[in-house]
């Protein structure tokens, strides 16, 4: 198995359509993101399933719980910077408030746009949604778990979020060995030095750091915690009970998203261990690509593994 395999919105996409020709019931709504959203073969193949809205973003929430209140498992696909903002108003009453089971797919989010700057990076999404009751909120590291997190929101009883990234991603999983379910939590790796939690496509630079870190003596634990909401504070609470420190990974803010979640957990329940939050700072980003934007600001291996022996006090 090579050590890449595609980018998650291409997943995404080939898996939708799987499951669209297996259940007429499916049907996209896009808001002319066809075609980055790698949804042109859906739109061919199965036309009737498809409701192109234009540059709509809102139109396409309003419409999509419209559709789900008809009985029709949708799946509202549109860039995760513009859904999750233009947006925000219909997600919150017409989806969440009225609890309409909309599959809200956010593409090319995080950096991935890259180079086109602050306007079209979702760095935003996982602070807006966390406030927002009755929407759930699932960014999967690889293809396995992409795979997997979309067959399981066919039938999933509540409204979710799900984004995606155009970049490849590296295998992180078995498929025949690892179990996907949505609110639990997947260890990629053990360790007892040191705890790496990530969330999405960031995950695979901590399994990378991890493995730095292995051969300087350092036994570092990585777990893709790959739902914000439900969250698994069980695994969060045996890595702080059972590792020395705890180092959270995400593709946005470092206000609002995965850090600031698992550092609320812990300040509620009494338990104190060293924490760093790596994620986006308060700023507008840089200009680069995905992996330039990480790399500035130590989302990478070596940039982990660096915050790791600081956190440790470890000097290598």
């Known amino acids: ?13 080939d898996t939708l359509l799987e499951i669209g020709n297996r259940n007429r019931d499916v049907m996209v709504v896009t808001s002319d993101s066809r075609g980055s959203g790698k949804l042109i073969a859906f739109g061919e193949q199965l036309p009737d399933q498809t409701v192109e809205v234009g540059i709509a973003e809102q139109n396409l929430v309003g419409l999509s719980a419209g559709l789900a209140a008809a009985g029709k498992k949708v799946f509202a696909v549109s860039p995760a910077c513009f859904m999750t903002i233009r947006s925000l108003e219909q997600i919150k009453n017409d989806i969440a408030y009225s609890d309409r089971l909309v599959r809200v797919i956010g593409i090319s989010a995080g950096v991935s746009y890259g180079m086109l700057g602050s ?112 969250f698994d504070t069980d695994t969060l609470l045996d890595a702080a009970r059972n590792t020395r420190a705890i180092i959270t990974v995400e593709e946005h803010s ?63």
């Open 119 to 230: 306007t079209h990076h979702s760095l935003h999404d996982y602070a807006a949604l966390r406030c927002i009751n009755n929407i759930d909120i699932v960014a999967p590291a690889d293809n396995f778990e992409t795979r997997a997190a979309l067959n399981a929101v066919i039938d999933y009883p509540r409204p979710i979020y799900m984004r995606f990234g155009k970049k490849p991603m590296r295998h992180l999983h078995d498929p025949q060995k690892t179990q996907f379910e949505i609110g639990k939590a997947i260890k990629i790796r053990d360790g007892d030095d040191l705890t790496f939690i990530a969330i999405g496509e960031p995950t695979s630079r901590a399994l990378e750091a991890a493995e730095l870190l292995d051969a300087e003596g350092l036994s570092c634990r990585v777990v893709s915690m790959h739902t914000l909401r439900p």
């Open 254 to 316: 470092v206000y609002g998203g995965l850090g600031e979640c698992c550092a609320g957990i812990l300040m509620q329940r009494g338990i104190h261990v060293p924490l760093k939050i790596v994620g986006i700072p308060d700023e507008y980003t840089v200009t680069g690509s995905q992996y330039d934007i990480f790399d500035h600001y130590g989302i990478s291996g070596e940039g982990l593994a660096s915050t790791a022996r600081e956190l440790l006090g470890v000097n290598v």
């Open 1 to 13: 198995m090579s050590n890449y395999g595609q980018p998650n919105q291409q997943v995404f996409a």
